[in-house]
T-cell receptor
């Protein structure tokens, strides 16, 4: 596609439920990032993929968070046993080898009630 | 650890005024990149500029200009003759420079909400 696509755009879930957030990067981009943006804050790094492998997952807050990118393209961020504190906008970005900057999607707004 | 501080939480100006958004950063890296992103109400982050720590030349792009002062660890952003369409949240960010000139993990400031009134 022309840009980074994230689905769903909005997700409301009950506390304790499992959610999956999807990111479709720009075609051909090998680098993919997930960030989390809480209200009134800047985005915070979660995880970085280079190809299929997670090159840096140091930003994942705890073991309830997990992300995969099995074929080196689409990535899924998975959150188990969601908590109200997980409510935020989850942003995905991708970058090609020839680019100096990452391109961001519009994010998924997750609300845990 | 890296840190980016944007002391101005909100700025409100009238159209055609000039406005400067401040950014101060902290890093132990000798080589790093600085960025500015714009986040309009639609939510996506729009890249504006990347600056290498070795390049302290100021840059101008249309109504936008950036002042990088390594001595004060600042990377300020000025919009000249502001327009209503400039209204957005602006983020300053920092990343280490990896081998080969790539960068990946961005540390963002908290952002400055700029409102340009007609």
């Amino acid at each position: 596609g022309a840009g980074v696509s994230q689905t769903p755009s909005n997700k409301v879930t009950e506390k304790g439920k499992y959610v999956e957030l999807r990111c479709d990067p720009i075609s051909g981009h090998t680098a993919l990032y997930w960030y989390r943006q809480s209200l009134g804050q800047g985005p915070e790094f979660l995880i970085y993929f280079q190809g299929t492998g997670a090159a840096d997952d140091s930003g994942l807050p705890n073991d309830r968070f997990f992300a995969v990118r099995p074929e080196g393209s689409v990535s899924t961020l998975k959150i188990q046993r969601t908590e109200r504190g997980d409510s935020a906008v989850y942003l995905c970005a991708s970058k090609g080898a020839a680019n100096t900057e990452a391109f961001f999607g519009q994010g998924t707004r997750l609300t845990v009630v | 650890a890296q840190k980016v501080t944007q002391a101005q939480t909100e700025i409100s100006v009238v159209e055609k005024e000039d406005v400067t958004l401040d950014c101060v950063y902290e890093t132990r890296d000798t080589t790093y990149y600085l960025f500015w992103y714009k986040q309009p109400p639609s939510g996506e982050l729009v890249f504006l500029i990347r600056r290498n720590s070795f390049d302290e030349q100021n840059e101008i792009s249309g109504r936008y200009s950036w002042n990088f002062q390594k001595s004060t660890s600042s990377f300020n952003f000025t919009i000249t003759a502001s327009q209503v369409v400039d209204s957005a949240v602006y983020f300053c960010a920092l990343s280490e420079a990896r081998s080969g000139g790539s960068n990946y993990k961005l540390t963002f400031g908290k952002g400055t909400l700029l409102t340009v009134n007609p």
